[in-house]
């Protein structure tokens, strides 16, 4: 290495020493990640900090390039296979792909193309499927052999396995097919179902999968093939091997034109890849599906971004291990790993007493967290997290951060297990857990500080009565005072009062008086919703509005009629019915009616009233030519619809307009009817606006 000009001989050999023992540390450390995520499938780092080793190897490297050797991970794919299936050597290599991390990133990478190979560029956006690569092999349209990436080059020969996945077609439609296709996709779990598996893996205290990739990576290296057929697995193709796999059925020019022709011979093709021809079109795709990602029911953690047309991916070529011509732009993570600075326990506002773990600050799906919650003392036991463990967290989108489990390779020695309260942390009541009941609660509910903060915090927040800044800091300081025990102590507050708060001034206890005053208006079942009744959110406190229309005639009813409300169950029944039966609950709702508050809905439509789509289940997506989103929810629910914000197998139709997005490809998937605004009114049974001329 040449010195740098100024610096002495010596600094840079010792420079170069601490560069090689450095580089030495971080291979070992991806050597043995790599192993336990392409072998083992138990990966004991998140995917960002894996991608920080790699990042950092990589920056040593380009500056000492004398130190890079043929067996860095910087210059191979992935890891070796499984001993327990037949290797097999792919027709030519599965390369993997250099990946960027923000908008500047992918401007650098998209400038280089340019200058490489002119600005006549289109790309193809794909999302960035979280699961495991497999190539498909067709012989004259027939299924002959499936295996996984691999190290690159020889992969593991799983046909078998994925012979169960019911998204991989045995046979192509069609009658004429290259006599050899090799396909490229991605397997994965849908998150539906992921959730359904770890819910059935805890019930019978297995150990759960940490998340989606794992479970569909465990599921297609199972010994059984039956095995694999109950993991519900899931496949897109993306595309077909680059060198011996281009369809020659369509002397293809583009890798979107061979999109097209895998679709069209029955291989199942996201819905949602799009083609650009500029740099801001593949920067808005990446923008729209950051925000978005949770919009599908599967995990994404980025997208691709590849070159369209093949003759300008041979000009630009490739790397040892990754091709010049396509980039992953990858999302914020969403896992992290986090050392537990100490467990603790909160009682909320239904007076169920969650644990949860105070973290060393660590930036988790955009924000930066410092605590992750678990969900009840059997989830602590079975995860098995103690004080001191480095501990996976996850942060999905709003999600609360929770705790996946500990990395036990971490966990100091000696580390005991932590012993879960039994007296309330807010009023030192003890604690009591009933027969079948998962949870540990405060009995002092009227008593308990904690609780009243919560309730009230809940009684004002957007779900209920959505009082405008009625925060937490003031909730509290107020409770404090003893200005507010019940909601309806929120009525009777004043300006006087309110300007004895800390960093409250007139205005500001003005702003806050009239948003309560605004909330009085607020419709029944948002009423219902913050009066802390078990079991009973937005949907129910709906259901439960329409049909009795007050508070009144709610608290009169028995159980039976409770349970004649269709979508209320018996356990909600019994929760609703049992919170009525409490005179505290019924002073409760005098004082709120004394207060000024709607406690009665008037009928909607009269007395009966029309309701074409009694039992119907809607969904409504996209920008509606003059109907607000709020506006056809209201008359889907006048007109005796369910509406509801994603889309399933029950659902009945869905109603699309502009910028439909994904749920118009579920609905595709699925095979439900999509109509339009037109026809939606039409069914309502209301007078179609005619097009402007």
């Known amino acids: 290495m040449t010195p740098e000009p100024g610096k002495p001989e010596s ?50 490297e380009e500056r000492f390039p004398d130190l890079v050797t043929p067996s860095s991970p910087t210059q191979r794919v992935g890891g070796k296979g499984s001993e327990l299936f037949a290797p097999v050597e792919h027709p030519s290599p599965m390369l993997s792909l250099d990946n960027v991390f923000s908008t500047e990133e992918l401007r650098a990478w998209l400038g ?8 006549d560029l289109d790309f193809v956006c794909e999302l960035k499927i979280d699961g495991l690569a497999v190539s498909l092999v067709y ?113 293809a020019e583009r890798h979107s034109d061979d999109l097209e022709y895998l679709r069209s011979v029955g291989l199942p093709v996201n819905p949602n890849i799009e083609r650009a021809s500029t740099q801001a079109q593949v920067a808005a795709y990446c923008a729209k599906w950051q925000e978005h990602r949770h919009d599908v029911d599967y995990q994404i953690d980025g997208v691709v971004i590849k070159v369209d047309r093949y003759r300008q991916r041979e000009d630009l070529g490739a790397t040892s291990r990754a091709p010049r011509w396509a980039v992953a732009y990858k999302f914020p993570p969403e896992e992290r790993t986090a050392l537990v600075r100490r467990i603790a326990v ?56 929770e705790v996946v489990g500990p990395v036990l390779e971490k966990r100091p020695p000696g580390t005991p297990v932590w012993a879960f309260p039994t007296q309330c942390p807010a009023c030192g009541t003890p604690l009591e857990r ?15 500080p904690s609780q009243t903060v919560e309730w009230l915090c809940h009684f004002g927040s957007p779900e209920a009565l959505d009082i405008e800044h009625l925060g937490y800091q003031t909730v509290t300081a107020l409770v404090e005072r003893g200005w507010l025990v019940d909601p309806a102590d929120l009525y009777a507050l004043d300006a006087t009062q309110l300007v004895q708060l800390p960093g409250f001034a007139k205005k500001s206890a003005e702003n806050l008086l009239d ?80 207060a000024g508050l709607r406690v009665k809905d008037e009928p909607a439509g009269g007395p009966a009233g029309p309701r074409p789509l009694d039992g119907k289940i809607v969904v409504i997506t996209g920008t509606l030519p003059t109907l607000s989103r709020e506006a056809a929810t209201a008359l889907a629910q006048k007109a005796g619809a369910r509406v509801t914000a994603s889309v399933s197998k029950k659902t009945s139709f869905v109603v699309v307009g502009q910028e439909a997005g994904s749920k118009l490809g579920k609905a595709k998937e699925f095979e439900i009817e999509t109509i339009d605004e037109g026809e939606f009114l039409r069914r309502l049974g209301r007078v179609v606006p005619r097009p402007q001329e």
């Open 11 to 60: 600094l840079v050999d010792r420079e170069r020493g601490l560069a090689r023992t450095r580089i030495e540390y971080l291979r070992s450390q991806i050597a043995e990640h790599d192993t336990r995520y392409y072998v083992l499938d138990d990966p004991i780092v998140s995917d960002a900090e894996y991608d920080g080793l790699m990042r950092e190897l990589r920056v040593l």
């Open 112 to 119: 280089r193309l340019q200058r490489a190979v002119g600005d």
């Open 139 to 251: 012989q004259n349209g027939v299924l002959v052999r499936g295996a996984t990436r691999g190290d690159g080059r020889v992969g593991e020969d799983i046909t078998a396995n994925l012979r169960t996945v019911r998204s991989i077609p045995a046979r192509l439609l069609g009658g004429q097919h290259p006599s050899m296709l090799e396909v490229r996709g991605e397997v994965y779990q849908p998150i539906s179902v992921f959730l359904r598996l770890n819910q059935e893996l805890t019930e019978a205290n297995e150990r759960p999968f940490a998340n989606p990739r794992n479970a569909a990576a465990g599921s297609l290296r199972q010994k059984d093939p039956a095995v694999t057929a109950t993991r519900g697995l899931s496949f897109w193709c993306y595309g077909t091997d680059p060198g011996a796999g281009r369809p020659a059925s369509v002397h």
């Open 346 to 401: 909160h009682t909320g506002r239904t007076g169920r007493v969650t644990p949860y773990v105070e973290l060393e600050p660590v930036h988790v799906g955009g924000v930066t967290v410092t605590s992750a919650t678990l969900h009840n003392e059997d989830d602590l036991r079975r995860k098995d997290v103690r004080e001191g463990d480095t501990v996976i967290v996850h942060r999905a989108g709003d999600v609360i951060p």
């Open 434 to 448: 009933k027969p079948g009941e998962a949870d540990w609660r405060c009995p002092n509910r009227k008593a308990c």
């Open 515 to 594: 948003a309560i005053a605004a909330s009085k208006q607020r419709p029944l079942w948002r009423l219902l919703v913050g009066l802390n009744i078990r079991r009973v959110g937005a949907h129910v406190a709906q259901l439960l509005a329409q049909r009795f229309l007050s508070l009144d005639a709610l608290a009169a009813a028995n159980l039976e009629d409770l349970q004649g409300v269709e979508g209320v169950g018996p356990e909600i029944a019994s929760a609703v019915h049992e919170w009525f039966r409490d005179p505290e609950n019924g002073a409760l709702i005098k004082k709120l009616g004394r």
